[in-house]
């Protein structure tokens, strides 16, 4: 899996830390503008803090996911607040194999043979369908989850913390979980305020509301 933030909304914090001060202020939003960096992270972050996330709405990030499976864009896409491009299965066909290996098969040999040779004789089939004139739209019916796809997306601060919250958990599927992992390193390099506190629940709010109580991460009674 690669994951790149390949755009976002520039100085993020400057915006969002606008739009906080602006709700707690007389000025207008153009004298915001004259305000210094560290004046508007400490009226965001305190924002934040309150729980008024809607003002981290203004910043927007954009990420290029390459070679996830089609399980994993199956759930990613379940979040709705945000924008989504995927390689279409109807006008691309995909003739050599191309597929997730879950750890839990790759880890053993003889799965993994097994796994690989069932994938070969998947594709082996889909080319027979397309040899066959059937269109790619309908020969794809035969592949699997494990299928390669190529997204971009782009979400809001708001629906990241939301997304973070929920797929960096370790309930989460290990596989939309190492992207959601991925995509709050990359956004933390820069809007280092906005995401400080962003991750499972376990981890910002102290509780679980999996009730996960054999989870490494589980919190522990204070
Ligand atoms: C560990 C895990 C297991 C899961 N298992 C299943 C499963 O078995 N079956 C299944 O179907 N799904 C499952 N899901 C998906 C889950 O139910 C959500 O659909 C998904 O996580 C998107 O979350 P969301 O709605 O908060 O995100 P978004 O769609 O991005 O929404 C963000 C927030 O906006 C608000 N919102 C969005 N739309 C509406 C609306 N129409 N009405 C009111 N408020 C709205 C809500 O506050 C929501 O939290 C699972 C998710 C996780 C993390």
């Known amino acids: 899996m690669k994951v790149k933030l390949i755009r ?51 910043a927007n990030f954009t990420f290029a996911i390459t070679g996830v499976s089609r399980a994993l864009t199956h759930q990613l896409v379940r979040h709705r607040i945000a924008s989504y491009c995927q390689q279409s299965q109807r ?23 097994a796994y690989d040779e069932t994938m070969e004789k998947i594709w082996d089939e889909y080319n027979k369908l397309l040899d066959l004139d059937v269109p790619a739209e309908d020969a794809r019916y035969v592949l699997p989850n494990a299928t390669t796809s190529n997204v971009i997306v782009t979400m809001n601060a708001r629906a990241l913390l939301n997304f973070f919250e929920l797929r960096c958990c370790l309930h989460a599927q290990w596989e939309i979980r190492r992207l959601a992992n991925k995509m709050l390193s990359e956004v933390k390099k820069v809007a280092p305020t906005i995401f400080k506190n962003a991750g499972p629940p376990c981890k910002t709010k102290g509780i679980c509301p999996e009730e996960k109580k054999d989870c490494p991460l589980y919190p522990k009674k204070k």
């Open 91 to 113: 006008y691309v066909s995909l003739d050599k194999p191309t597929y997730v290996t879950p750890p839990s098969i790759g880890k053993n040999e003889k799965m993994k043979k």
């Open 8 to 58: 976002y909304t520039p100085e993020p914090e400057r915006v969002c830390g606008m739009a906080a001060a602006l709700t707690h202020s007389k000025t207008t939003p153009e004298k915001l503008e004259e305000m210094d960096d560290e004046q508007l992270k400490e009226i965001l972050s305190y924002v934040i803090k309150l729980g008024h996330t809607s003002v981290i709405e203004h």
